[in-house]
């Protein structure tokens, strides 16, 4: 189940209080996901230190290679087609390349 609280700008109590099950929340994620124009290809110029770089990579790897989900989780990467988690993947190593990085996190990644 996953809950979901509505707030008003002025108050800090829920005003309103929804509980969805799991196949509810992943409907609403394949809904916004096949949305037109979801698939289109953006530009975006990004200036990041390398640190970030990569924690961000770790973070998308790690994101992406849960061994056992919790039942209880809304995990919208359960409905995300194989090719765009490996769109992601191959993101994250694309990242690490243009930083220098690679070499370093591999041998991060053998300690």
């Known amino acids: ?19 969805l099950a799991k196949t509810d929340v992943a ?8 949305i037109p124009g979801m698939n289109d290809n953006i530009k975006i110029t990004l200036t990041i230190s390398r640190k970030n770089i990569l924690l961000l990579s770790k973070v998308v790897e790690r994101g992406l290679t849960v061994k056992e989900p919790d039942e209880k989780s809304n995990n919208v990467l359960d409905i995300v087609p ?10 994250a190593t694309d990242m ?16």
Do not use: H, W
């Open 1 to 19: 189940m996953a809950v979901l609280f509505l707030k008003s700008e002025n108050d800090c109590e829920p005003k309103f209080f929804f509980m």
């Open 27 to 34: 409907r609403i994620y394949e809904t916004v996901l096949s």
């Open 82 to 91: 194989k090719e765009n988690l490996q769109e992601l993947l191959l993101l």
């Open 96 to 111: 690490l390349d243009k930083a220098g990085l690679t070499e370093m996190n591999q041998k991060l990644q053998s300690l």
